[in-house]
Nanobody, 125 residues
Framework: QVQLVESGGGLVQPGGSLTLSCAGSRFSLEDSSVGWFRQAPGKEREGVSCISRDGRSRVSDSVKGRFTISRDNVANTVYLQMASLKLADTAVYFC???????????????????WGQGTQVTVSS
């Protein structure tokens, strides 16, 4: 059974930074496409950033230049480095994975089969 565990969320002031982690167990993230998504209250889940099996990455326009996705195959973990955080970045952040290469659609929630439980990120002064 695929398991994903997100961590690293918390409270941060505007302009601050956080790094989220998505750790996989019972499967290899290296063989998968992994996406980071977020959902704010009353809003739809949106794609933030993703990395395909072959290592190509995508990032949404709303976080371009501020968020960076990376993968550590030894640790079987995908990271989301978030900088210059804004109030609008407040949301529950989820990671998701699917076996294979889904670069073209990896910012779409419907692409993914396996989801973590989410971690709260709150940007507030």
């Amino acid at each position: 059974q695929v398991q994903l565990v997100e961590s690293g969320g918390g409270l941060v002031q505007p302009g601050g930074s956080l790094t989220l982690s998505c750790a996989g167990s019972r499967f290899s993230l290296e063989d998968s496409s992994v996406g980071w998504f977020r959902q704010a209250p009353g809003k739809e889940r949106e794609g933030v950033s993703c990395i395909s099996r072959d290592g190509r990455s995508r990032v949404s326009d709303s976080v371009k230049g501020r968020f960076t996705i990376s993968r550590d195959n030894v640790a079987n973990t995908v990271y989301l480095q978030m900088a210059s955080l804004k109030l609008a970045d407040t949301a529950v952040y989820f990671c998701a994975t699917i076996f294979g290469d889904y670069y073209a659609t990896c910012l779409r929630p419907q692409t993914f089969r396996n989801w973590g439980q989410g971690t709260q990120v709150t940007v507030s002064s």
